[in-house]
């Protein structure tokens, strides 16, 4: 009898998903990536507009119009990444990880909202950079600028103002608890 054998016991079979599942799995994935690249284009198109026609225009350097446009990306790529995985949480639930109710997805949707627009704010920062460095080069410091400012938001303890309450939102989470209960 080799090690790895099982002495002749029938082989458990694993749990996986069905073809339908496979289906349903996917058309979401392209739905949710679909949700990212179209809200990303109108970001870029807001803020575009906003760089050009708008009273920020005296704001915002020729030089420094990229770096709003990153900031356009940025939100709207954010609102559209989870503005469907809110509506999918607010419709679909289980025993163990129940729906949102309707005013927690509408406060999670406004923090989204939020922290987008955060992003769009952000991004006139580096957009200043254009009154004395090339546009090439304010293209270059804008992404990643407006790529980590989202990092002050994490180190905010949001339990304590009441809104920490985005456990349920985690993609892999599946309604388990956390690794210390047994």
Same mark, same amino acid.
């Given at each position: ?27 979401g994935a392209v739905l ?12 870029a198109a807001l803020t ?8 920020? *225009? ?64 952000? *991004? ?42 985005t456990a349920r939102l ?13």
């Amino acid at each position: 009898m080799s090690v790895g054998s099982r002495g002749g016991k029938p082989r458990a079979q694993g749990r996986g998903r069905s073809l339908a599942g496979n289906i349903a799995f996917g058309t979401g994935a392209v739905l949710v990536l679909t949700t990212i690249m179209l809200g990303g284009y109108a970001g870029a198109a807001l803020t575009h507009g906003l760089a050009d026609d708008s009273f920020l *225009s005296s704001a915002v350097p020729d030089d420094g119009r990229v770096a709003v446009i990153t900031g356009g990306v940025g939100m709207g790529s954010l609102m559209g990444l989870m503005l469907p995985l809110l509506l999918l949480a607010a419709v679909r639930g289980t025993k163990e990880k129940p729906r949102l109710g309707p005013g927690e997805a509408l406060l999670k949707a406004l923090g989204v909202v939020v922290i987008g627009v955060y992003l769009a704010v952000v *991004s006139l920062l580096p957009a200043q950079l254009g009154w004395i460095l090339p546009e090439r080069v304010v293209s270059l410091l804008s992404v990643p600028f407006v790529g980590f400012s989202w990092v002050p938001l994490v180190l905010i303890p949001w339990g304590r103002f009441g809104l920490g309450g985005t456990a349920r939102l985690r993609v892999g989470s599946r309604g388990r608890g956390s690794s210390n209960s047994a």
